[in-house]
């Protein structure tokens, strides 16, 4: 019972182009309930791509969310003017899918998904041989899953993201935590779930795309209720319930187990390699690197430190997480 507004392609074009040339935004991401039916929501949403970019060589970003019951052949155009397009999958689990959004249908989405994979593969595949070929969707494609209105654990939500990267080639997986709202149908929660829930997702995603996590790893450090803890981020969850795997030598440990070490990302994992060719690494030098020296320690083995029976402490959580304190604002 809530009044809808809409604005017609050339309004939603004229705002972008204004708010673009002050330089309020550097793109377009657009999205649209149904209107009428989902091929016209499509084709009006297209429609503002295609002016954007013909008939004002826009060159923004372009980010199209797309409708998996309108038409393929509309669908296909949304990818030639957008730099990325996205399908919601809704929720992770069939289940909820069908209970909470019974209109939805897994297999649709997942067939225009598939679609839109085949789509922008044969766009590259025919840049390789002619280079005045269309780009499709040069972005990629990305979905979104909305965490804590149905049963699913965060171990179902791991799993289904990764299904998804792996089977249509996902750029990205978006999380949103479920938000209630008012007069909603009774089969909803009443409650949102912790925003530090959605958070540890995208820590899990993180692992999985760029840590060189496997599925299965990064369900390991969820519980036996298969959520990730919310105290501690799941990387750390991870090496406290395999401690055997640690301390790692920085000094001698090929990449891939220098990233599972607690508090080392990316950026600090490349700078020790590349340091520990010109010298033998201590505390000190890794210290510099890190944020967090404290939370290293148990985990490391450098030219002047060695952990010794501190991975196997029964306080080491308390020692590398210690509880967070709420700050007074006016504390004396």
Do not use: C
């Amino acid at each position: 019972n809530v009044q809808r507004a809409k604005f017609s392609p050339q309004e939603v074009v004229d705002l972008t182009l204004n708010f673009y040339r002050r330089n309020y935004i550097e793109g377009l991401f657009l999205s649209s309930g149904i209107v009428r039916s989902p091929d016209h929501t499509m084709e009006q949403i297209v429609e503002v791509a295609r002016i954007l970019r013909e008939e004002h060589q826009f060159r923004g970003y372009i980010h199209l969310k797309t409708i998996p019951e309108a038409d393929a052949e509309i669908v296909e155009r949304a990818g030639l003017y957008a730099d990325r397009v996205s399908i919601n999958v809704e929720l992770p689990t069939t289940a909820g899918l069908t209970r909470l959004a019974p209109d939805k249908n897994e297999g649709r989405i997942e067939g225009a998904m598939k679609g839109i994979k085949s789509a922008i593969v044969e766009a590259k595949d025919a840049r390789k041989h002619f280079k005045s070929a269309p780009r499709f969707a040069p972005a990629g494609q990305s979905t979104q899953m909305i965490v804590g209105a149905d049963a699913a654990s965060d171990s179902d939500i791991v799993g289904r993201a990764s299904h998804l990267y792996d089977r249509f080639g996902l750029r990205r997986v978006y999380y949103s935590a479920f938000s209630p709202i008012p007069d909603a149908s009774a089969v909803l929660p009443l409650k949102r779930p912790p925003l530090m829930r959605e958070h540890r997702l995208y820590q899990s995603d993180w692992l999985m795309r760029f840590y060189g996590f496997s599925t299965h790893e990064v369900q390991q450090a969820a519980g036996a209720d298969g959520m990730l803890p919310l105290d501690i981020d799941p990387k750390l969850a991870w090496a406290l319930r395999f401690r055997d795997r640690f301390p790692v030598d920085v000094n001698r440990a090929p990449r891939e187990l220098l990233l599972r070490v607690p508090g080392l990302g990316v950026r600090a994992v490349k700078s020790l390699l590349a340091a520990r060719r010109q010298r033998t690494l201590r505390l000190e030098d890794v210290a510099r690197l890190t944020v967090s020296i404290a939370k290293l320690r148990p985990f490391i083995i450098t030219a002047d430190w060695r952990p010794t029976l501190l991975t196997d402490r029964a306080d080491l959580k308390a020692l590398v997480a210690p509880p967070r304190v709420q700050l007074e604002l006016f504390a004396t």
